[in-house]
């Protein structure tokens, strides 16, 4: 096995972008992120977040006008960048982002709405880095069941609930309802990664 090569750092843990000594686990509490404050405003906010989602969305057919004609996915911030034309169309809500200085200042992650088909299976995957977490917001989920596997756990996600995972560990998702599901999904840096490796320019 590659982990046994030390190509990996673990069976579940298969990133290929990495720090070494950060804490490395699938589920994580959101005490121990460094950011409480801001992921519980997200919670508190959903109420907002919602009701400008849908000025931008046809239930039917997905997001409307989006930056990159994307119907499924509504791009908020991208690799540190806000994404101009859809923070335009839904302001408060990008603010909001703007004021979790972890998620939108993360080179290495994305804040994005995603619009869940009835019926939905993610299979297998791993993300490319372990210096971020994700969290997971589930904004309407109907009578639907969304659940996420993360190494050799597995969680039903709560409508209006944040739960933070560490996506560089082997992931799955499905999602089942009688109607579309609306997830929020913010990315911000690793609590144990220093500032300077978040302000260092790549190489």
């Known amino acids: 096995m590659l982990y046994i090569l030390k190509l990996f750092p673990s ?5 290929v972008i990495n720090e070494a000594g950060l804490r490395a686990q699938p589920w994580w509490n959101i005490e ?38 994307e119907k499924s996915v509504w791009m908020l911030y991208s690799n540190g960048k806000r994404d101009s034309y859809n923070c335009h169309m839904t302001p408060k809500l990008c603010d909001l982002i703007a004021e979790f200085v972890s998620a939108a200042k993360c080179r290495r992650g994305e804040t994005r709405i995603l619009y869940l088909p009835t ?45 933070v995972i560490d996506d560089s560990f082997e992931q799955e998702v499905w999602y ?4 579309r599901g609306l997830l929020l999904i913010v990315e911000f840096w690793h609590p144990d990664l220093s500032e300077t490796k978040r302000t260092t320019p790549f190489t």
């Open 32 to 69: 121990d992120t460094g950011v409480e404050s801001e992921i519980r405003k997200l919670e508190k906010e959903v109420d907002m977040i919602r009701s400008e989602l849908f000025s931008v969305l046809d239930e039917e057919v997905g997001f409307l006008n989006s930056s990159n004609q």
């Open 119 to 163: 019926s939905l299976h993610i299979p297998s995957h791993v993300g490319p880095t372990n210096t971020r977490l994700r969290a997971l917001l589930p904004l309407k989920l109907s009578s639907g069941s969304l659940r996420v596997r993360v190494a050799e756990e597995t969680k039903e996600l709560q409508k209006e609930k944040v739960v």
């Open 176 to 179: 089942k309802g009688n109607k």
């Open 11 to 15: 069976l579940w843990q298969r990133s």
